[in-house]
């Protein structure tokens, strides 16, 4: 038996146009307003962001609730397994800080030699009154967009592309600024590519996120020396962040130039934003 | 009274995909990842329901779904919705033109929505100006494929329990 034209035609206007059993908007007329959605999106006019604003803090503060449960879980889990690490830890802690112990007398020095060098070029001191603390509301990282939303926002005076760090650590920045609530993309996402310098071989490079695998370091020189455990630090050269700030150690990988980072992305509750990065003024 | 009771209890049953599609929208687990294993649930949970039972899922709250999934993972608005509605609209089409309920026939006519339901999210945000890993999306569609029949099978004796 052939099927007709017709009868195609039937079975898409009744799949798509028609409202169908108890519906109440057809497919097609949502779809269309989907991708409406997806061009306004791309619009960077105020009453397309105060609209994108209300609905992103509406849904992270709801996803708030929903995500209680599994953070509870989550967090008795963790609590007990520190329980059981408690020894071993206590060894590797102990054994940490005598190492820690003899370099302190180095760092006093190196310190007071950073502090003079710093004056001497006039670079911007950081202090308690230019890092703002957050929370991570939501650290559900999306396979691609590896990214979380802290509780601050455009009511704290935070930007895009300011420098988001954990301790001092870097690990990304602001993208997308709510009234209560900020994204941070991270330097492991797809997306990220930051301008860093290595220490102590001071090679400029890219660092490149990519997805769930480590970072990379690109577009580096041919006759590049740089070796297994050298510092990468944030070169300001993109003329945003500032520049030093620590991200990870170099970790070779055949051909490739992996960056293990500082911080382990997964285990962020609380971060620091530098509002006196270089785009702030 | 005893149909008061029954009736709360049939609308508790016919909400419940509903419910579980926010869960999971709001919860970020639209999608698991087990090492290498990637599933989107969301797509199987709308295919199911808009092919089997369209009477328990609207249309209008598979866009709101997708619109909490696009804020939740940070993608632009209308990305997830888009494609959500993608996959209901090739259920309620082979719905339309099919007759037999079989598991074969869902799991095959499963792939053309999958493959169009991922082709649209990476050309959305190939558009957005995002970059896509080609080979995840690959790999999201073959285990997404691969784990249907699982829940095929969960849904339907849930189907089976509600209709007792």
């Known amino acids: 038996m052939e099927t007709s034209r017709d009868d195609i035609g039937i079975a898409i206007r009744s799949a798509f146009l028609n409202k169908g059993i108890k519906q109440r908007f057809s497919l097609f007329f949502l779809i269309i307003i989907s991708i409406l959605l997806i061009f306004f999106d791309k619009i960077d006019k105020k009453p397309f962001s105060v609209f994108r604003s209300i609905i992103n803090d509406t849904i992270y503060h709801g996803a708030l609730i929903a995500n209680a449960p599994s953070k509870a879980i989550k967090n008795s889990n963790n609590y007990i397994q520190k329980h059981i690490n408690v020894y071993s830890d206590y060894v590797k802690l102990e054994k940490e800080n005598n190492e820690l112990k003899n370099k302190a007398l180095k760092v006093d020095f190196l310190e007071l030699e950073n502090t003079q060098l710093r004056k001497l070029i006039e670079e911007e001191q950081e202090s308690l009154s230019n890092i703002l603390r957050a929370r991570v509301m939501l650290d559900k990282q999306s396979p691609y967009l590896n990214s979380f939303v802290i509780n601050i926002g455009s009511n704290k005076k935070l930007k895009n592309g300011m420098a988001v760090l954990h301790g001092k650590n870097f690990i990304g920045r602001i993208v997308d600024v709510n009234f209560f609530s900020s994204r941070v993309l991270l330097v492991s996402d797809l997306n990220s590519k930051i301008p860093i310098i290595t220490e102590p071989s001071a090679n400029h490079a890219i660092l490149s996120g990519h997805g769930m695998k480590k970072a990379t370091l690109e577009y580096l020189s041919e006759n590049h020396d740089i070796h297994d455990g050298d510092k990468v630090y944030t070169s300001g050269k993109e003329g945003l962040f500032s520049p030093g700030l620590p991200i990870g150690l170099v970790k070779k990988k055949k051909d490739l130039i992996n960056v293990e980072l500082f911080s382990d992305l997964s285990q962020i509750t609380f971060v620091n934003i530098n509002i006196t990065g270089r785009n702030s003024k | ?164």
Not at chain 2, 45 to 67: C, D, E, H, N, T
Not at chain 2, 68 to 88: H, I, K, Q, W, Y
Not at chain 2, 120 to 134: A, R
């Open chain 2, 1 to 164: 009274m005893v149909n008061t009771i029954r009736n709360i209890k049939y609308s508790i049953f016919t909400f419940l995909p509903t419910i579980v599609l926010f869960v999971i929208a709001l919860n970020g687990s639209a999608i698991i990842n087990i090492k290498f294993v990637s599933i989107n649930v969301h797509y199987i949970l709308v295919y199911y329901w808009a092919l089997r039972k369209p009477q328990y899922f609207g249309y209008g709250f598979i866009f709101l779904a997708g619109i909490t999934s696009d804020v939740v993972f940070g993608v632009p608005l209308g990305v997830n919705a888009l494609c959500l509605l993608v996959v209901a609209a090739i259920a309620t089409y082979i719905r339309v033109v099919t007759v037999r309920v079989t598991l074969l026939n869902d799991w095959l006519s499963f792939i053309p929505a999958l493959l169009l339901a991922n082709f649209t999210y990476f050309l959305s945000l190939y558009f957005s100006g995002y970059n896509v890993d080609y080979l995840y999306l690959f790999e999201n569609s073959v285990f997404t494929f691969i784990f249907y029949p699982i829940l095929w099978a969960v849904f339907t004796l849930y189907n089976r329990v509600t209709q007792t």
